[in-house]
């Protein structure tokens, strides 16, 4: 089976800009979750979408919003960009998704934003 | 609130030398489950270990063993006959049974000399 793939890998944007990034997750699995890595607050929870409904949601600013298609692929997105944007951004999928099941979250290779 | 930590922030050691990566987590959730990530300079998150909550036996698989113990919270891992590939920084997470927000310590950086 294909592991979880995200796009693009690499992305450099500037201070207002918006971006969008891509994360296809293991086939068959429903839930998808993101999270953002920084050297400073290490790794930490964005949100995380089931069945095209978001489920689950972290600490972070209305700024950063996603989605996911009935197909499971996710998408999400960061609206006018600040430099401390600047980070690698991981998503998981998992099997079902189903609370209680405690499924492993399997990540992809994340895309690294730089905003400059 | 849940939190892990992760005391040790790097540990070298000499290739074929065996490492325990320490590992505390707090909750009081008694629903839970633990996992040991590994994070290669390539960025991506490598899945290794998961532990129940409810089931506190210790196993070995290959290289790698943990030890899971309720009375201290803590989960550590040990890889025995370490090699220059097991070098990369190794996350331990916890995810509450009702939940599916992992949350990781801040993560060990383990270096394998030759």
């Known amino acids: 089976k294909a592991g979880v793939t995200q796009t693009p890998r690499y992305l450099i944007k500037t201070r207002g800009q918006q971006v969008t990034l891509s994360c296809s997750p293991i086939?068959?699995?429903?839930?998808v979750s993101w999270y953002q890595q920084t050297p400073g607050q290490g790794l930490q929870f964005l949100f995380e979408?089931?069945?095209?409904?978001?489920?689950n949601k972290g600490n972070f600013p209305g700024r950063f919003s996603g989605r996911q298609f009935s197909n499971s692929r996710s998408e999400m997105n960061v609206s006018t960009l600040e430099l401390g944007d600047s980070a690698l951004y991981l998503c998981?999928?998992?099997?079902?998704?189903?609370?209680?099941?405690?499924?492993?979250?399997?990540f992809g290779p994340g895309t690294r934003l730089t905003v400059l | 609130a849940q939190k892990v930590t992760q005391a040790q922030t790097e540990i070298s050691v000499v290739e074929k030398e065996d490492v325990t990566l320490d590992c505390v987590y707090e909750?009081?959730?008694?629903?839970?489950?633990l996992f040991w990530y590994k994070q290669p300079p390539s960025g991506e998150l490598v899945f290794l270990i998961r532990?129940?909550?409810?089931?506190?036996q210790n196993e070995i698989s290959g290289r790698y063993s943990w030890n899971f113990q309720k009375s201290t919270s803590s989960f550590n891992f040990t890889i025995t006959a370490s090699q220059v590939v097991d070098s990369a920084v190794y996350f331990c997470?916890?995810?509450?049974?009702?939940?599916?927000?992992?949350?990781f310590g801040k993560g060990i950086t383990l270096s394998v000399r030759p």
């Open positions: 532990r129940n909550s409810f089931d506190e």
């Open positions: 997470a916890l995810l509450l049974g009702a939940n599916s927000k992992l949350t």
């Open positions: 998981a999928s998992s099997w079902t998704g189903t609370s209680g099941r405690g499924d492993t979250q399997y």
């Open positions: 979408y089931f069945s095209e409904t978001q489920r």
């Open positions: 909750t009081r959730d008694t629903t839970y489950y």
């Open positions: 086939s068959g699995h429903r839930s």
